[in-house]
């Protein structure tokens, strides 16, 4: 069976920035090995290369750009985040969105740096024209109005957690207010690989303790 993802967004949380990313990038890889998930981290374009160096598990960009090597002052390549050290990216997060042309734009140089691809969707119409049209390694799902509120998609609608599944012929991730064992178990149960979560895990005071919760089994 394979080992549940867990993504872990840093953001652009000064909890998760410098520093403090490369220690939080420790206690996901730590935690990880413990707990036997598949833990993956999304951190700033910044940090990508001082956490790849202190870390073995997969380090994710949160964005790329449809920008080739040269004169594209202030657009981050592929070329560039390969470089670094990254292992792959996010592409529109609800917080970054981009066109459906633009992201199969930016896919090609992604494959030519042989860098992982997250397609995140609004929803399930929105990951079905990813089927259609985007070449990714993962699709994820995360409905915006639920991202950093109380109430978690796996608790509030479970519905599109299945229904994405069976629109998605790739592995899926959900996201949106993923906070503890209880959404990871729902999501799982509904025939996710596995979840993408910012907040709960980056601005807990107990930052290992928080992540603990949410990968052990429970006893």
């Not at 160096?53 to 657009?75: C, E, L, N, R």
């Not at 599944?165 to 509904?190: E, F, H, M, Q, Y």
């Not at 107990?206 to 919760?213: F, I, K, P, T, W």
Request: a positive charge; hydrophobic letters at 45%; glycine letters at 8%.
């Amino acid at each position: 069976m394979a080992k549940p993802i867990v993504i872990v967004n840093f953001k652009t949380y000064p909890q998760a920035t410098g520093e403090r990313a490369v220690a939080l990038a420790k206690i996901c890889q730590t935690l990880g090995r413990k707990h036997k998930v598949d833990i993956r981290i999304a951190v700033q374009t910044t940090d990508i290369s001082a956490v790849a160096k202190a870390v073995s598990i997969p380090v994710y960009a949160q964005h790329a750009d449809f920008a080739m090597p040269g004169k594209s002052t202030g657009w981050v390549t592929a070329h560039a985040l390969k470089k670094a050290g990254a292992k792959g990216t996010l592409l529109n997060h609800a917080e970054h969105r981009i066109s459906i042309q633009g992201i199969r734009g930016i896919i090609p140089h992604l494959r030519k740096s042989r860098l992982d691809v997250i397609a995140i969707a609004a929803d399930v119409r929105q990951l079905q024209e990813f089927e259609r049209h985007v070449d990714a390694d993962l699709f994820c799902i995360e409905p915006p109005e639920l991202i950093g509120g109380d109430v978690s998609v796996a608790m509030a609608r479970p519905g599109v957690i299945g229904d994405a599944v069976r629109a998605s012929s790739r592995p899926l991730l959900v996201g949106a207010g993923i906070k503890n064992r209880t959404d990871l178990t729902i999501a799982l149960s509904l025939g996710a690989a596995g979840v993408l979560l910012s907040s709960h895990i980056v601005l807990a005071h107990d930052q290992r303790g928080a992540l603990e919760r949410l990968i052990a089994p429970r006893r």
